[in-house]
Every structure is written in C-alpha cells, then in structure tokens.
C-alpha cells in the first residue's frame, strides 16, 4: 500500500530537528510556519494540511459538533497522518527521532491522538489548546516523549478539565507532560509562545 499522501510544505533546516506544524480548523499549510520559526529557528519544517473538510475550512479529523469527535474518524486520521510523518523522513531525509509536533487546537488534537494510538512518532509536543481526542483501549507507552500543553484560562471552546484529563492521560501512558495555563481565551498571545520556547530550550532532543 503506497503511503497517505498530504498536501504539504517541507522546508530545510540548518539544524538536524525537524518541526511538524499541524494547523487548527480553517487554517492551511502555510499558516504555522511564521509560528514554527519563532519556536525552533532553524529546523526543518513538516506541515501539512488537514484533509477532511468542514464548510470548506480543513481540518485534520471530522467531528460531530464542536467538541464531540468522530472517533473512527480520528482512528483513521491518525494512523494516516503517522504514515506520512514516517514516509516524509524518508523522502526529505529527516532524522524521525528529531522530531518536534507543534499544533494549534484541532492540529493539537490530531497530535495528541497520533501519540495516544501511534506511541512516539514524536519525541516531543508543543499542543496548544488541546483536548483528549479519544480514550485508547490499550495505553501506549509514551516514556522517552515530552509534551507541552499550552491551555488558556477562559478558553471557550476547550473547558479547563477537558485540558487537565488529557495531561493526565499524556502522564499515565508515561509521557512527561507540563500544563501551562494563561490567561487567555482559544486564542495564542504572546506569553504562550514565550512559555512553549522556553520548554523548548529546556528539553533539547
Ligand atoms: C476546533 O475548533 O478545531 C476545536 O477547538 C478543536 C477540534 O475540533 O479538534
């Protein structure tokens, strides 16, 4: 079977780890990378775009209603988006096991749901805004992975307990995950993106 092919950007880096942006509903492969430079200058970019789509708007996974998943069709997703990560390395050379996710809430969840149902496909994540995209039947075993979770406290569409279940899981599967709270709503400021950079300086590959 050939791989799951994505519309998708790669762009070189000068440093050997590459960056997998996966943008939120409505937004293309091209909407991360200004994000994605300032958090990890230098790496290789991966970034592709969602392919269900709602009201024309892409996204990485259908859903029933704001924040009710198709859960076969986030299955699915996953298991495409994690086979076109690993066929990307090698067509484009990269070193897999240098590899960061950076998503932005629908992308953040189709990251957290690569990891919970495909294990270490990334070492480490950067989720903004992220729910638990499903409950996997076996836990996987996610002990080398680091994620960040960047939430916001007056979030409207993902409630604060939404966020803490998911570093809970992220935590029980092995994962070491630090919930970063600010106060904002579903939108990125500022202090997310120091805070998420900061990580990232901390816990090098
Ligand atoms: C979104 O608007 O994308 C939601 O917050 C998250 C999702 O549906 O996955």
């Given at each position: 079977?050939?791989?799951?092919?994505?519309?998708?950007?790669?762009?070189?880096?000068?440093?050997?780890?590459?960056?997998?942006?996966?943008?939120?509903?409505?937004?293309?492969?091209?909407?991360?990378?200004?994000?994605?430079?300032?958090?990890?200058?230098?790496?290789?970019?991966?970034?592709?775009?969602?392919?269900?789509?709602?009201?024309?708007?892409?996204?990485?996974?259908?859903?029933?209603?704001?924040?009710?998943?198709?859960?076969?069709?986030?299955?699915?997703?996953?298991?495409?988006?994690?086979?076109?990560?690993?066929?990307?390395?090698?067509?484009?050379?990269?070193?897999?096991?240098?590899?960061?996710?950076?998503?932005?809430s629908?992308?953040?969840?189709?990251?957290?749901?690569?990891?919970?149902?495909?294990?270490?496909?990334?070492?480490?994540?950067?989720?903004?805004r992220?729910?638990?995209?499903?409950?996997?039947?076996?836990?996987?075993?996610?002990?080398?992975?680091?994620?960040?979770?960047?939430a916001g406290r007056q979030d409207p569409i993902v409630p604060p307990?939404n966020t803490?279940?998911?570093?809970?899981?992220?935590?029980?599967?092995?994962?070491?995950?630090?919930?970063?709270?600010s106060?904002a709503g579903h939108n990125?400021?500022?202090?997310?993106?120091?805070?998420?950079?900061?990580?990232?300086?901390?816990?090098?590959?």
């Open positions: 079977m050939s791989a799951p092919e994505f519309i998708h950007r790669f762009i070189p880096g000068t440093r050997p780890d590459t960056l997998l942006l996966l943008h939120g509903t409505g937004g293309d492969e091209n909407d991360l990378i200004p994000l994605g430079e300032s958090l990890l200058p230098g790496a290789a970019i991966l970034s592709p775009r969602g392919k269900v789509l709602e009201n024309a708007m892409p996204r990485f996974f259908r859903r029933i209603a704001e924040g009710l998943f198709d859960i076969e069709d986030v299955k699915l997703r996953a298991a495409e988006l994690a086979a076109f990560v690993r066929h990307s390395a090698e067509r484009y050379g990269f070193n897999a096991s240098r590899l960061t996710a950076a998503g932005y629908n992308g953040a969840n189709i990251a957290a749901a690569v990891l919970l149902l495909h294990g270490p496909v990334f070492s480490r994540a950067v989720l903004f992220a729910m638990v995209p499903l409950e996997p039947d076996t836990p996987p075993d996610l002990g080398d992975v680091r994620v960040f979770l960047g307990a803490e279940r998911l570093a809970a899981l992220l935590q029980r599967s092995g994962a070491d995950a630090t919930l970063h709270w106060s990125l400021t500022t202090g997310d993106l120091d805070a998420a950079r900061k990580w990232l300086e901390q816990f090098p590959i």
